[in-house]
């Protein structure tokens, strides 16, 4: 940086290096101006940190307004003491400023430069300088409110109800879908467009609604997991009426896509809701809730077919039921990180209902992988699918039954990697799908 130069020179060092510090200053200035500039056009907090690295270094974006201005003043008096250009007044107050240049440079970027600047120092400031102060305090104005405002969209605890911050959930809700809509694609063209789309905002959204209903419902369970005791809701920072509210109005934002769809849809559709709600309640009193939630979770595979087609076969049924398979295996998996807390919460659990140890667990994890495959295979038939979409079924059999027997299933870190990696096998599976589709 330009106060480089003055570290460690003496008063005549200093006075030589005066030509060199003002290039210097000049040339990095009027970058910063130039890129201020634009900053202020396009209101960019990115473009704000980079011209705040060029004129800084490397200091924190907020640390300018503390500095910028008596630093760049600190920078055009010491070349004016070289030159003894200073006023009598501040000679007097400053008998050893050529002396002490070499601690300049710390004091630009040190505690000293955060004591107010004194409007009498920064009246004798150069224009050019003046105007790049000037600059900076507008660039600053324009983008704090959209930083502050990003800020609170990251850390919204109704985004963290939504599980946003969480989109593996919303992945696999919207993966059976999209399996029934490619498979029911008419030979060489791809999937709709359109319901696709409409089905991905609709996994966002019922996703938001089931997990917001699953927090109010579970909030003092939730308290007393470790996992799950910061939740928005069980930590108090949303109350159950405002949740309540939040979860309608989700509810109301996906309600337009339902309109769209022809008759059957829409009614499917509305029916998906009771299961959303009996889940949390199913923790309570059935023994294997992850069979309830794979009811609920994969209902998306018999709207898919219904949408497209408007009406219902057995092909979608048996996509259905091995999707409800698939939900078996990675809600399983996941529930194990969650076994101790549930045993003595007496929560109900399929990883304490099929698991008295880690094998056995793997052995019922199997039996669903087995079953998953098995009708995943049985509608690909029925569907007439190509060649290709076997090689997508051997891929995934391959991925689960590695996924299961590679998981240490005692390990919560392990549970939570194989619990993501099932959203690879919902894009194996989709792509052997269209792309098969294509080939015919």
Not at 55 to 72: H, I, N, T, V
Not at 77 to 101: I, S
Not at 379 to 401: I, K, N
Not at 423 to 438: E, P, Q, R, S, T
Request: aromatic share 8%; glycine share 8%.
């Amino acid at each position: 940086m330009c106060e480089a130069f003055l570290r460690g020179r003496s008063p005549g060092q200093a006075s030589a290096g005066t030509s060199e510090l003002k290039d210097c200053l000049d040339y990095r200035l009027v970058e910063a101006e130039s890129e201020m500039h634009a900053m202020a056009k396009m209101q960019a907090p990115a473009l704000a940190f980079r011209a705040l690295t060029l004129a800084r270094g490397s200091q924190p974006f907020d640390s300018m307004r503390r500095a910028s201005a008596r630093g760049l003043r600190i920078a055009w008096t010491t070349q004016r003491a070289a030159h003894g250009q200073l006023p009598a007044d501040e000679q007097e107050g400053r008998p050893n400023f050529a002396k002490n240049a070499g601690s300049l440079g710390h004091e630009i970027g040190g505690e000293q430069s955060k004591r107010p600047v004194e409007s009498t120092r920064d009246a004798q400031l150069p224009d050019w300088l003046a105007h790049l102060r000037h600059q900076a305090e507008q660039v600053l104005a324009r983008v704090e409110p959209v930083q502050q405002k990003w800020n609170e969209v990251k850390v919204s605890p109704y985004g963290r109800l939504m599980r946003l911050d969480k989109p593996i959930g919303s992945g696999l809700l919207f993966w059976p879908g999209a399996l029934s809509i490619a498979m029911v694609a008419p030979p060489g063209s791809l999937p709709s467009a359109g319901l696709l789309c409409s089905f991905a905002v609709g996994s966002v959204l019922l996703r938001g609604v089931g997990c917001t209903v699953n927090d109010i419902l579970d909030r003092d369970i939730d308290a007393r997991v470790e996992r799950t005791k910061n939740r928005p809701v069980a930590s108090g920072e949303v109350s159950v009426p405002q949740a309540a509210a939040f979860a309608a109005a989700q509810a109301i934002a996906a309600a337009p896509i339902l309109l769209f769809m022809n008759p059957l849809t829409i009614g499917m559709g509305i029916a998906s809701l009771v299961p959303v709600g009996l889940y949390p309640l199913a923790k309570r009193h059935v023994p294997v809730p992850q069979a309830v939630l794979g009811l609920t979770f994969n209902w998306g595979a018999l709207l898919g077919w219904s949408a497209a087609t408007g009406s219902l076969a057995v092909t979608p049924l048996l996509l259905y039921g091995s999707c409800v398979c698939w939900t078996m295996v990675y809600d399983t998996i996941y529930a194990f990180q969650d076994k101790e807390e549930d045993r003595e919460l007496g929560i109900q659990s399929s990883a304490l209902f099929f698991a008295n140890d880690g094998a056995q667990g793997k052995r019922w994890l199997s039996a669903f992988a087995a079953g998953q495959i098995s009708l995943l295979s049985l509608s690909g038939w029925m569907a007439q699918q190509p060649e290709l979409f076997y090689v997508g079924v051997a891929c995934a059999s391959t991925h689960l039954f590695q996924q299961i027997y590679l998981t240490d299933l005692n390990n919560k870190e392990s549970c939570m990697k194989a619990f993501k990696s099932n959203n690879y096998l919902g894009v194996g599976m989709f792509a052997a799908i269209v792309i098969g589709n294509l080939m015919r």
